[in-house]
């Protein structure tokens, strides 16, 4: 392993579906899990292709009803690629004597390798290597190259390249008892580029539902040595599947390397009459495998130029940082501007949770808004093309402004399961988890921040101001007032922590006064407010009247901002909900005694027969989420406003101590959270949580849930971490501060970071910060480390020296 690559030397079956995960390859439009191209969907291994948004609805009928399901669809198989020698088996990595391993993920390259010497049963030495890409350059176009070293034969080879429709979506063993057929096949085939020219593959389906049309077009051909091939190819097609021979052969200690190019066309795409012809062209005409990864990897290092962190204190750190950044770009890139896409909880890695839309965006978009600022606002777009879907949703409730949905797909509507299966128990049981009303405040969030790091006043005239107003309008309609205490109240949601979805003992789904909720409430009530004041007067105006918004509303929601509910118990501890103190205490340490894993608490006591609703108990951050996102002093003035007293730094710490001490890490998000929280105050602690954030896909800590799908939010929220905590960066009222964290354990720390429009480069180096403006620019920027405000002129680099609590600036230079 070296800081850009993630390398395995051993091959380990038990753990295939984990490495076809973390070493999948993509661009942003689609990802292919990283199975070796000789493999067909078993036990072992699931070679699988998703479009970035390539869903498709089917019904299943589940204990005794029907229910309907939108799927991420695994696509046809565009990556078989095998041979055998000489009539033999075809290539089996199980059926031969294995004399060296090694998988190499290049992060920089955007390539996997995968290099394995062995003898088959004929005694045959031979050497298989094959390099993959899915091409960042050229969104339509992925490549394998194959070579076979013969070290001690010769002989005749067969390599067999084929385009399979025959798939299903079999990635997730617990939903095998749903419908995972989606795939119509309509043409499957072989067509000649040229008058006599060279037999490409190519293969069409379209979903059974969402009627989406899939092209993909292949080329192989041997490039070592031409003179090799004897002309003879054989195709062989049958519904779904088409597939070509090359007959060839290879000398003894020669190399016989073959190339397959292949394109993927939808129908969904732009600038194309129909997605067979511009597949079948762009096969045909894509360059050689060296030029398709030249370019490829041209755009890779621009991308890396922008999107590094560099952390160097631990090698192994530095790696998994580069893997998260690489995970996330492969999913959202810039091929993925306009293509209506949302940010999906598992990246386009993976079946589980079917490619669906969470609240993750809220630890995604960060990393973006710095860097790639289109893109955020691409996935942003996607929310604010739903807004009709989720006004609908709200007036079936009987209510005002936006609903976003928990969970969400192709056209917003509630995607989220009625029932899910507790693998525990084998029960079906309720879900009743799209109560989470709060991912539309993690949208508005988003939509404010993505405008107070860009400057972005197009955006925020055209999409974010009416998502945002539309939030706040459906959590206005949401809350009532008590009479009795002159607060709104939000009755029956959940907070992000998923344990609790009722009170004990009743049928009725739902809290009351999650404070997390509660919090951002009255946060957004005070955002739309600065919205409003943003715009400018014809905009604000066409605003107003588009959405019948008018002065009583607004005296409504500035009224919210400060009289909304918080509940405390304790001293001073903020109740994750109204009567959270009334819950049992919950054993702890006997359950780990029981069941040494107790992370997915839920499953547990329901296979138990009991619930988690009973207990203090959490899966993730609820309360201390507000500590995530906000800081000291936004939220100090947050609950100034609110009329409650700021908490002391007592009071701070015993609410960290009070929740970590009852949360189960159910969820990746959750470790990354809590490090963030406890950087200032438990840093030894903090770094622990971190590496264990860190190492949540890497290692697959859950047991089993990375081969579904890498966990993007935990990924992202990772990078984020080093990028906003460990700098102590924040933008406040047009100034970003910073306030680092960690400088004894993390070596020297290196980002670049976008602000309004301005690229800056951070380097934090030996309790030394220094801040450089590029040049070309005309306004400084204004930063302020530990307090100490500077207008740092396009540039210009200033350096501060840190001591405890405080910085003193050393000096000034030219930015590199
Ligand atoms: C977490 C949610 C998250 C979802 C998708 C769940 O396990 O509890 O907060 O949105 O996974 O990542």
Redesign the pocket.
């Known amino acids: 392993m070296t800081d850009w690559s993630l390398v395995y030397d051993r091959f380990d079956p038990d753990r295939q579906g984990l490495r076809e995960a973390l070493c999948a390859t993509g661009n942003g439009y689609y990802v292919s899990r990283g199975a070796f191209c000789w493999v067909m969907a078993d036990k072992t291994h699931y070679p699988a292709t998703y479009l970035s948004g390539g869903y498709n609805r089917a019904p299943t009928e589940v204990a005794g009803r029907v229910i309907e399901n939108e799927d991420l669809v695994n696509l046809p198989n565009w990556s078989a690629l095998t041979f055998r020698v000489a009539e033999g088996d075809w290539f089996n990595i199980q059926a031969v004597e294995i004399l060296s391993f090694r998988q190499t993920l290049d992060l920089f390259r955007g390539v996997l390798e995968v290099t394995v010497r062995f003898r088959d049963k004929a005694n045959r030495e031979s050497t298989l290597s094959t390099r993959r890409l899915v091409s960042m350059a050229d969104m339509h176009l992925a490549g394998i190259e194959l070579s076979l070293t013969a070290h001690n034969w010769s002989g005749p080879v067969q390599v067999r390249s084929a385009l399979d429709g025959r798939v299903i979506n079999a990635g997730v063993r617990r939903y095998r008892d749903l419908n995972s057929s989606h795939l119509t096949p309509l043409i499957a085939g072989t067509y000649q580029a040229r008058d006599g020219g060279e037999a490409l593959l190519q293969l069409l389906v379209e979903t059974k539902q969402s009627r989406l049309r899939v092209a993909q077009a292949a080329r192989t051909r041997v490039v070592s040595n031409p003179h090799a091939f004897e002309a003879r190819t054989e195709s062989v097609h049958e519904e779904g599947y088409v597939q070509q021979d090359l007959h060839c052969s290879v000398g003894h200690g020669e190399t016989l390397v073959v190339e397959k190019l292949a394109a993927l066309y939808t129908s969904r795409d732009t600038a194309i009459s129909e997605p067979g012809i511009a597949a079948r062209e762009a096969a045909a005409h894509a360059p050689a495998f060296g030029r398709l990864r030249q370019d490829h990897e041209r755009v890779w290092r621009q991308l890396w130029d922008r999107c590094d962190i560099v952390l160097d204190g631990d090698s192994k750190t530095q790696m998994i940082l580069r893997l998260h950044i690489f995970h996330l770009l492969q999913t959202l890139s810039p091929n993925t501007i306009n293509l209506d896409v949302g940010v999906p ?1 598992r990246g386009w890695h993976g079946e589980a ?1 079917r490619g669906h839309v ?3 965006e809220l630890f995604i978009l960060p990393f973006l808004n710095y860097r790639l600022p289109a893109i955020s606002r691409s996935c942003l777009r996607y929310r604010h093309m739903r807004l009709p879907k989720a006004r609908e949703a709200a007036a079936e409730e009987g209510l005002k402004g936006a609903m976003f949905p928990w969970q969400s797909g192709s056209d917003g509507r509630e995607e989220s399961q009625k029932v899910h299966l507790n693998p525990r128990s084998g029960r079906w049981v309720p879900d009743n988890s799209c109560i989470q009303r709060h991912v539309s405040l993690a949208i508005a969030y988003n939509a404010w921040r993505h405008f107070q790091i860009t400057g972005s006043e197009h955006f925020l005239e055209l999409r974010g101001a009416e998502l945002i107003l539309e939030v706040t309008r459906f959590f206005a309609s949401l809350a009532h007032l008590n009479g009795q205490t002159g607060r709104y109240e939000i009755h029956r949601v959940m907070g ?1 922590d ?1 344990y609790h979805e009722a009170y004990p003992e009743t049928e009725e789904p739902g809290l009351n006064n999650n404070a997390y909720t509660n919090v951002l409430v009255a946060w957004l009530c005070s955002a739309s407010m600065q919205v409003l004041a943003c715009l400018d007067a014809p905009h604000r105006q066409e605003l107003m009247e588009k959405l019948l918004l008018d002065e009583r509303e607004l005296a409504l929601w500035d009224e919210m901002s400060r009289k909304m509910t918080i509940c405390f118990h304790g001293e001073g501890i903020i109740s994750q909900f109204e009567g959270y103190e009334n819950l049992k205490e919950f054993d702890w340490d006997g359950y780990r005694k029981k069941y040494g894993d107790i992370q997915r608490l839920d499953r547990i006591l329901e296979a138990e027969g009991d619930s988690s609703d009973r207990y203090k108990l959490s ?2 951050a609820d309360v201390l989420m507000l500590f995530y996102l906000f800081s000291r002093e936004e939220l100090s003035d947050l609950m100034q406003r609110l009329g409650y007293e700021p908490l002391t730094e007592d009071q701070w710490q015993r609410n960290i101590d009070y929740y970590l001490a009852r949360t189960s890490h159910g ?1 990746t ?1 959750s470790y990354m959270v809590h490090a963030a929280v406890m950087a200032r105050s438990h840093p030894d602690k903090a770094w622990d949580l971190f590496q264990q954030a860190l190492h949540s896909d890497i290692d697959d800590i859950q047991g089993g849930t990375t081969p579904e799908g890498i ?1 993007l ?1 935990a990924m992202a929220g990772t990078v984020d971490l080093v990028q906003r905590c460990f700098t102590g960066l924040d933008v406040r009222d047009g100034v970003l501060h910073f306030d680092p964290v960690f400088a004894d354990r993390m070596g020297t720390l290196k980002l670049k970071l976008r602000y309004l429009g301005r690229w800056l480069h951070v380097v934090l180096k030996d309790e030394e910060m220094t801040v450089a403006a590029h040049s070309g620019w005309v306004r400084p920027v204004s930063i302020c480390v530990r307090g100490e405000s500077r207008d740092l002129p396009p540039g210009e680099a200033i350096t501060f020296r840190l001591s405890k609590g405080a910085a003193t600036e050393v000096g000034r230079s030219a930015a590199e």
Request: negative net charge; charged residues 25%.
């Open positions: 909880a949770y969470f609240w993750d992000p998923e899966k993730q969820s998000l966990h939010g």
